[in-house]
Each structure stands twice: as structure tokens, then as C-alpha cells.
């Protein structure tokens, strides 16, 4: 099975600081993704990348960066942290694999800012 | 922009009757479809997916269907159980692309015992 293992559960930041959010994925996937997840807004994607130091701004990056320095791991930041960032992040990996392959998801993380 | 949408934002069912849930799509041009469970305090569970020159695909006590005339994608779960209680959401892809997934809202299923 597909494991992706988000670093942490909870997080309580307060405003202006830096914040980290990580990811890992044990299946050697290309792909992987960053997500938020507000009620009534569905999942909207913020960046993903499709290979190692490469990035790709999804809908609403604004107010975030990406690094991923190794395969396995894709970091979200949030370079000052704002109110409107409280939401449950979520992160995803896939193989780009023959045809379409799913993407598989984290546990996500709550992430509030006060 | 053309987006992902579901008929019923919530559905109740007896424990062991059929679930069906629903999603509608606008995008002609999706060919790839997706759909997750998320129950509480988790993320989004891979079920089953679609490519579009199917119509029907079955899984372990789910089925699911496209009707690509209708741009209708619905999920079909069998003996429904207490385990089955979560938010629902089907995801589209367009031009065959895994980056770019569109999800739907989500139908929160409630299986009663």
C-alpha cells in the first residue's frame, strides 16, 4: 500500500512566522501534491511537483512555496503565516505510471493560525 | 471554469441496503475519474476510478458507472456497513493529465444501524 505520512497532526502557529509543513511518500512516486481543504470549497490544489527541485504552481499559491530536494519528501511553506492559512492541509503523491494513476493522500495536517 | 459537482449533499441509508451516490461533471473533455472516501479526521481514501472508455468498473462491494452521454459518474456500494460512513467526492481529470485533479464538494453518507 501507498503510504504518505504528514509530519504532524495538529499545528497551532501564530501570525508572521515561518511555517513548515512536511511530507513523505514510500512508493518512489514522481508526483506530489499540496493541497488545502476548507468547507465548501472542496480541495484546491496550491503546488506540485513533478520531479526533484521542479515545481509547479497549482491554483492558490499565494502565500506559500515548495521545496523538494529529494524524491520522497515535498515541503510546503508558508513564509508568514496568516490568519486566512488556518485550514487542514493535505498532502498527495502519484506515479505518472502508463495512462491515469490515482493519487494517494496523507492523513493531512490542521494547521490554525492565531 | 467547468467543474466537478454532486446531485445530493447528503445521503442516509440502513445498514446492509445499496448506497448510490452521484456526481455530474461538465467537462467534456474529462477522461480520467476518481472516487475517495474521506472519513473523519483522515485524508482522502482511493476507492475505485474510471477511465472514459469505460462504463462500469467494479471493485470490492462497489461499482462504479460512467454515462458519458449525461456526463454522470456515480458510486454504487453494496451491503452498506457502519464502516462505510463518510464523506464522499469524486475527482476528474482533463486530457489525461494526473496533475491537475478537479474534486467534487463531497456527499456525506450516514449508514444508519
Known amino acids: 500500500d501507498v503510504k504518505v505520512t504528514q509530519s504532524s497532526r495538529y499545528l497551532v502557529k501564530r501570525t508572521g512566522e515561518k511555517v513548515f509543513l512536511e511530507c513523505v511518500q514510500d512508493?518512489?512516486?514522481?508526483?506530489m501534491f499540496w493541497y488545502r481543504q476548507d468547507p465548501g470549497l472542496g480541495l484546491r490544489l496550491i503546488y506540485f511537483?513533478?520531479?526533484?527541485?521542479?515545481?509547479e504552481k497549482g491554483d492558490i499559491p499565494e502565500g506559500y512555496s515548495v521545496s523538494r530536494e529529494k524524491k520522497e519528501r515535498f515541503s510546503l511553506i508558508l513564509e508568514s503565516a496568516s490568519t486566512n492559512q488556518t485550514s487542514m492541509y493535505l498532502c498527495?503523491?502519484?506515479?505518472?505510471?502508463?495512462?491515469?494513476?490515482?493519487?494517494?493522500f496523507g492523513d493531512g495536517t490542521r494547521l490554525s493560525i492565531l | 471554469g467547468e467543474s466537478v459537482g454532486l446531485h445530493l449533499p447528503t445521503l442516509s441509508v440502513q445498514e446492509g441496503d445499496n448506497s448510490i451516490i452521484n456526481c455530474a461533471y461538465s467537462n467534456s473533455a474529462s477522461d480520467y475519474f476518481i472516487w475517495y472516501k474521506q472519513e473523519s479526521g483522515k485524508g482522502p481514501q482511493f476507492i475505485i476510478d474510471i477511465r472514459s472508455n469505460m462504463d462500469k468498473r467494479q471493485g470490492q462491494r462497489v461499482t462504479v458507472l460512467l454515462n458519458k452521454t449525461v456526463k454522470h459518474l456515480s458510486l454504487q456500494i453494496a451491503a452498506t456497513q457502519p464502516g462505510d460512513s463518510a464523506v464522499y467526492f469524486c475527482?476528474?481529470?482533463?486530457?489525461?493529465?494526473?496533475?491537475?485533479?478537479?474534486f467534487g464538494k463531497g456527499t456525506l453518507l450516514t449508514v444508519n444501524p
Open positions: 475527482a476528474e481529470t482533463v486530457g489525461g493529465s494526473n496533475y491537475k485533479l478537479t
Open positions: 511537483s513533478y520531479d526533484v527541485k521542479m515545481k
Open positions: 498527495a503523491s502519484s506515479s505518472p505510471g502508463t495512462g491515469n494513476q490515482p493519487q494517494h
Open positions: 512508493m518512489d512516486h514522481e508526483n
